[in-house]
């Protein structure tokens, strides 16, 4: 609680870039998906964040929006997955460079 | 004192099992250490005072995202198990400096922002008997919505990723094409 | 406005209106035909008739009445048309329908075996109807229309024969020459009409005859410092010359012969030719005005000695002729020429005096030799006529009080008087004796060739009397020449008549014709008769002198059957063949004029097919290469820009699609650094 806020800031942010790193870096498509669940996470770390560190926590905006963002994480996950695993079944493959369909 | 350093040991490893899952080879040390971040950021929402938020990232996060996770790595392993993949793509630096413009891009505007200065409250909490007045009182609409968009989620989630029939049976018929059988049989 | 003068124009109607019905009459109604130009004739005639005895009551000055009508307006100018009746209007009225309806009736006979009969009578009536217009015109324009319809006509008519290609020539030579001759009477009378503003000869005062008028033109000077009076005269006088046949212009009327003999009587003597002589007679006041009014004025000094020239010019071309008609044409061409010679000296009843008398004893000859001509079936050489007194009696008869008024034998023949009258003013004429003389020396010459003529023609032996010794005249029979029908000789008596009495009316004792043409009333003196005793005498000695010396020298020939080559041309031959060519005028003409005229024509020619053609080609050469080039550009610049933009575009799209590689985590990566640089412009554009 009493780490400044900048700190709490740079961890959510590092968080979120190495979601992000290993979204655009990895090939399966599996660990895409973590590295955007990862990205999510730390959205609603900053969500937390503020909402301790901000103007009114006694108005629990925040909390709500991150119990929101949970669930619909929750569901998107579900769907990403079962998409990932209807391309596999597909194409019998996992690399995201081959799902290129959509090359213009 | 001792809240700054938990939360920093907390920060740590937490961070040190997102690389672990970002970094690793084997796709289900992936997924495990994706859930040990999960449990890491779910200890910093209570180490600041929102406990039903920590609570609800471990039940749904922890207990479901990284179990759906690791189901489907379970249902994809055939291709990983034949051939020596290369983890990263071959532009795999250009990802990295793109994530560290992302990481300045954002720190850089916050650390100049004046909103900075202010001082926090001493005390917060995020009662549950507030959170679901709030709920049902304001936020009944999104909740709502909340319940069909986890249904339509469900369904879909099912009906994508349901074999037909006739290819399941195919394919099931056939023990050379099954992946594990294939791989017994080799 | 007494009746006869409202009428007036019905004297030239008649025959006009006569030619029109004709000209729509089929080729086998010969007989409607000649009824309607005989019969209009006619009632022209009466109706001359009764206008000249309208014009001989007056009580002061000459009797002078007009009618006028609009004919074309202009905005605030009118151009109107007018008719005169005065005593020249009233005298030629007469002559002209007299001597045409003569010899109108002698066409009957003579034209009897041709086949377009029709034809001939519809252009003899629209010659009469025009030459009438020119008559009673009291309007130049008017004279000018019915002169120009009279060249229509005698065009026509010369080459009625139209088949013959010298008919069709002289036709042409006819009408291109006297055309010339035109121009300058157009070009008169546009001036006049500019300097006066009107055409109108008589208008009560305000015609271009009048007293007004002739003021202002004598004032005004123009080129060479002559009066603008004189110079129209002289372009009026042009006309004249080509239409009368004097010196230069006089080509055309030797080969106008190539029409049958009533045309050739009756226009190329009698009437047509005569135009030019009534036109200088009818712009005579303008003519004769100037500033000196003693001395004679510079136009009609001018027109003397044009008419001098002539006389004596055409009288030696005639000697050496061997065609009967061609001898009689330049005998009227001569003729004229003392008739102009005559206005020149001594005024309008001088000049017009001898023009009537000349009229009727010429279309007396022409029509006798005609007679002759088709009593020797078509034959003209006079060398092969001969002996046709015994034949012919009545058309030698005739023929030879012709001759003898045309030569001028004294008292009882009108050419003397007329001639006479000529002689003598020319005597007192103050300017020059040359043209008297010239005259005398004129009647020797006419005297001589004409007793030439008739002593071939009418004595001596008719090849079918000469003893046919030679083979070859076994093989061709000589037919005996017959006289004429009397629908052919009635006319040459009658004529004959009026060549003796008509001199009477212009004695100096007893000047009718004078006092008629100038309105005064006539005085029977025979002291005057005295006065000109003496110059009577002299013509009398030389037209004499004239006949004795052709008869010596021809009527032995006339017996002989040798008559190819004449005694003149044995002692003279070159002078003989001069004038046998007719001083080589023609050649000349063809050699200068007519050889500048088709040089000129070929150029123009070949400037129209080389230049304005070239011209043309190359614009339109231009404007295909015009066309190709915008095709070009339309090609290249157009299309291809566009194709090339097009192209252009597409590879820049291939181009711009490679970054559509379907790598979704190439996307992910650019989303990521453009937020980074969206939030760099956020940050630090905002600042």
């Keep these: 609680m009493s780490a400044p806020l900048l700190h709490y800031v740079i961890f959510s942010t590092l968080l979120f870039c190495i979601g992000f790193a290993g979204a655009v870096t990895r090939r399966n498509a599996i660990l895409v998906l973590i590295g955007i669940e990862l990205m999510l996470n730390a959205a609603n770390l900053n969500f937390i964040i503020f909402w301790r560190y901000g103007v009114a926590p006694e108005v629990l905006t925040g909390v709500v929006a991150t119990i929101f963002s949970i669930a619909i994480a929750a569901a998107e996950a579900a769907v990403g997955l079962a998409l990932v695993i209807a391309i596999y079944k597909h194409r019998k493959t996992m690399q995201v460079e081959k799902f290129d369909t959509l090359k213009g | 004192m001792p809240n700054n350093i938990a939360f920093y040991i907390l920060a740590a490893l937490t961070l040190c099992s997102a690389i672990a899952a970002m970094a690793l080879r084997n796709m289900v040390h992936c997924a495990l250490c994706a859930a040990g971040a999960f449990a890491g950021i779910a200890l910093v929402f209570l180490h600041l005072d929102a406990e039903f938020a920590g609570l609800a990232q471990i039940l749904v996060y922890v207990g479901a995202v990284a179990i759906l996770v690791l189901f489907a790595v379970l249902l994809t392993r055939g291709e990983e198990i034949k051939a020596n993949i290369r983890r990263a793509s071959r532009s795999w630096f250009s990802g990295v400096c793109a994530s560290a413009l992302v990481f300045a891009g954002i720190i850089v505007p916050i650390a100049y922002s004046p909103g900075l200065k202010h001082t926090p409250a001493a005390t917060a909490s995020a009662p549950v008997q507030k959170l679901g007045e709030s709920f049902v009182n304001e936020y009944v609409l999104p909740l709502e919505v909340l319940g069909l968009l986890l249904t339509a989620a469900l369904l879909g989630a099912v009906v994508i990723a349901m074999q037909d029939k006739k290819e399941e049976t195919k394919s099931i018929s056939q023990p050379e094409n099954h992946p594990v059988q294939k791989e017994a049989v080799q | ?687």
Excluded at chain 3, 404 to 417: I, K
């Design chain 3, 1 to 687: 406005m007494t009746p006869i003068v409202k009428f007036l124009w019905l004297i030239p109607a008649l025959p006009l209106l006569a030619a029109g019905i004709s000209s729509l009459l089929s080729k086998k109604q010969r007989i409607p035909a000649a009824a309607l130009a005989i019969g209009s004739m006619v009632i022209s005639f009466f109706l001359s008739c009764a206008a000249f005895l309208t014009t001989l009551h007056s009580e002061h000055g000459p009797f002078r009445e007009i009618g006028k009508v609009d004919w074309l307006t202009f905005g605030s100018t009118t151009l109107q048309l007018g008719w005169v009746l005065d005593p020249l209007t009233g005298i030629m009225l007469v002559m002209v329908t007299f001597v045409g309806l003569l010899i109108f009736i002698y066409s009957i006979g003579y034209m009897a075996h041709d086949e377009n009969f029709k034809q001939f009578f519809c252009f003899l009536a629209l010659f009469a109807a025009a030459m009438l217009g020119i008559v009673i015109a009291d309007s130049l324009l008017l004279l000018f229309v019915s002169w120009e319809l009279v060249g229509l006509a005698s065009y026509l008519l010369i080459g009625f024969w139209y088949h013959r290609p010298s008919a069709a020539a002289a036709a042409k030579k006819a009408f291109i020459t006297t055309r010339i001759g035109d121009i300058g009477l157009m070009l008169g009378m546009f001036w006049l009409y500019s300097s006066t503003g009107t055409l109108l000869f008589y208008d009560n005062g305000n015609g271009c005859l009048e007293q007004a008028a002739l003021a202002k033109l004598v004032g005004e000077l123009t080129v060479g410092g002559m009066a603008v009076s004189t110079a129209i005269s002289i372009l009026i006088f042009c006309g004249a010359v080509g239409k009368s046949g004097q010196v230069p212009l006089h080509v055309w009327l030797p080969d106008a012969m190539e029409g049958p003999t009533p045309v050739s009587a009756l226009i190329h003597a009698a009437t047509m030719v005569a135009a030019g002589v009534f036109l200088v007679a009818r712009v005579y006041p303008l003519m004769s005005a100037s500033l000196t009014p003693d001395i004679t004025s510079t136009a009609l000094q001018v027109v003397t000695w044009v008419g001098a020239i002539t006389a004596v010019f055409a009288a030696c071309i005639a000697v050496a002729q061997n065609d009967i008609k061609r001898i009689l044409a330049y005998s009227t061409v001569s003729q004229l020429g003392y008739m102009m010679l005559g206005l020149g000296v001594g005024g309008v009843a001088v000049g017009m005096f001898h023009l009537i008398t000349h009229a009727f004893f010429k279309a007396l000859l022409f029509m006798g030799a005609g007679s002759a001509i088709h009593g020797c079936s078509d034959e003209q050489d006079i060398r092969k006529m001969g002996g046709l007194r015994r034949f012919m009696p009545v058309t030698f008869a005739t023929y030879a009080i012709g001759m003898m008024a045309l030569c001028g034998v004294p008292l009882f023949f009108s050419g003397f008087w007329s001639k006479d009258e000529i002689i003598a003013s020319a005597q007192h004429w103050k300017i020059s004796q040359i043209p008297f003389y010239l005259a005398l020396i004129g009647a020797f010459l006419t005297a001589f060739y004409m007793t030439r003529q008739i002593s071939y023609v009418f004595f001596g032996k008719h090849a079918s009397e000469q003893p046919s010794g030679k083979k070859q005249d076994r093989k061709q029979e000589v037919h005996k020449p017959h006289e004429s029908p009397s629908v052919m000789t009635m006319p040459l008596v009658v004529l004959a008549v009026f060549a003796v009495i008509l001199g009477f009316i212009g004695t100096p004792a007893w000047p009718w014709f004078h006092a008629y043409l100038s309105g005064h009333p006539a005085v029977v003196d025979f002291s005057k008769l005295a006065e000109s005793i003496g110059l009577m005498t002299v013509s009398a000695v030389i037209v004499f002198a004239a006949i004795g010396l052709s008869l010596a020298v021809y009527l032995k020939i006339a017996t002989r059957s040798d008559r190819q080559v004449d005694p003149l041309q044995k002692a003279q031959p070159a002078v003989w063949t001069v004038l046998a060519n007719k001083f080589f005028i023609d050649e000349l003409y063809e050699a200068t004029v007519i050889r500048l005229h088709r040089a000129f024509a070929t150029f123009s020619d070949w400037l129209d097919q080389a230049v304005w053609s070239g011209i043309v080609a190359m614009i339109s050469h231009i404007i295909v290469a015009l066309s190709w080039f915008s095709r070009k550009v339309d090609e290249d610049l157009v299309n291809g820009g566009f194709d090339h933009g097009c192209d252009g575009l597409r590879e820049g799209s291939r181009e711009l699609s490679r970054f559509e590689n379907g790598q979704i985590q190439r996307y992910l990566r650019t989303i990521g650094v453009a937020f980074v640089a969206l939030v760099l412009i956020l940050m630090w554009g905002c600042k």
